[in-house]
């Protein structure tokens, strides 16, 4: 953990960390070096915001934001001065008491979350899986939902995953120029459902999903997504002959208009991958 977070780093607006959970640990121990305590006011997989423990009354704010497309953060504010003393701070609850009941600040009118107290120096040696520090507002959290800590293990790997399947390219692709506020949503959901969980399950290897994938996607016609999952396909592994019998077997049971437009893909992409020195052709 220490080799993440270089003491001399200094903290301003703009510093940049390779990921969220970086900067999340970063903060904690400078936190922690301060001997100041802070409260989370809002966590989730693409932000971490903690304010002093007094409240809004002291101005002390540190805001981290994963940047758009990337998984690196950044510090988009940073109040490093405490209005309040030490005194204040001490009286604040330590971790171990459980949420307290905090005065309702503007970031629970905005957020609806209660920020728990957190006593940094003893919090920035659990491991980084630990759970989140803030919860909701009046209900207490369900078991089933996953924590916003869970959830960006779950984006970084399902990141992971969708590189080693599609490659670098591909996903930077999707992840940068094409993505605006309005996309991104879906690649979000889909790099964290689609990779992070059900590509990372066990049962299937990534060679039997690829195969799956060609067969389901040449049956919905979705000529586009096919395309990206023929180029994962051979990333897995398959070969040019199975991904050819998989379309010719899919014409039995989809039709023949969705199995030819389905050749028509594969081999355009086999092609293209070849021209770019991805994959050498067999079948020409
Ligand atoms: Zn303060």
């Known amino acids: ?78 109040i490093p001065r405490h209005t309040c003393d030490q ?88 992840l940068s120029s094409k993505t605006n506020s309005f996309s991104r949503p879906m690649q979000e959901i889909v790099t964290e459902f689609a990779w992070g969980n059900v590509w990372n399950r066990e049962g299937l290897s990534r060679q039997q999903r690829s195969l799956l994938n060609i067969g389901l996607l040449t049956a919905l016609n979705r000529s586009t997504e096919l395309a990206v999952h023929v180029r994962g396909a051979i990333n897995n592994g398959l070969s040019e002959i199975e991904i050819r019998e998989a379309i010719v077997h899919s014409l039995v049971y989809c039709g023949a208009p969705a199995a030819m437009d389905a050749t028509r893909t594969a081999d355009r992409v086999l092609g293209e991958m070849q021209d770019n020195g991805e994959h050498e052709r067999v079948l020409t």
Request: charge should be positive.
């Open 87 to 174: 005194k204040t701070h001490s009286e604040g609850v330590p971790l171990e008491s459980g949420p307290t009941e905090p005065t309702i600040d503007d970031a629970q009118v905005l957020h609806g979350t209660i920020g728990v107290m957190v006593k940094a120096e003893e919090n920035h040696t659990e491991e980084t899986s630990a759970p989140l520090l803030s919860v909701p507002a009046s209900t207490p959290r369900r078991k089933s939902r996953k924590s916003p800590s869970q959830r960006q293990t779950l984006y970084d790997r399902g990141l992971q995953t969708r590189r080693e399947v599609l490659g670098n390219q591909h996903v930077d692709r999707s």
């Open 1 to 78: 953990m220490a080799a993440t977070t270089p003491r001399k780093n200094k903290w301003h607006k703009g510093k940049r960390f390779s990921s969220l959970e970086e900067g999340r640990e970063a903060l904690i121990q400078e936190a922690a070096d301060r001997q100041d305590r802070f409260r989370v006011l809002k966590e989730d997989h693409k932000r971490f915001f903690v304010g002093c423990v007094t409240g809004p009354q002291c101005p002390y704010r540190v805001h981290l934001y994963v940047r758009q497309d990337t998984t690196e953060a950044t510090v988009n504010r940073y």
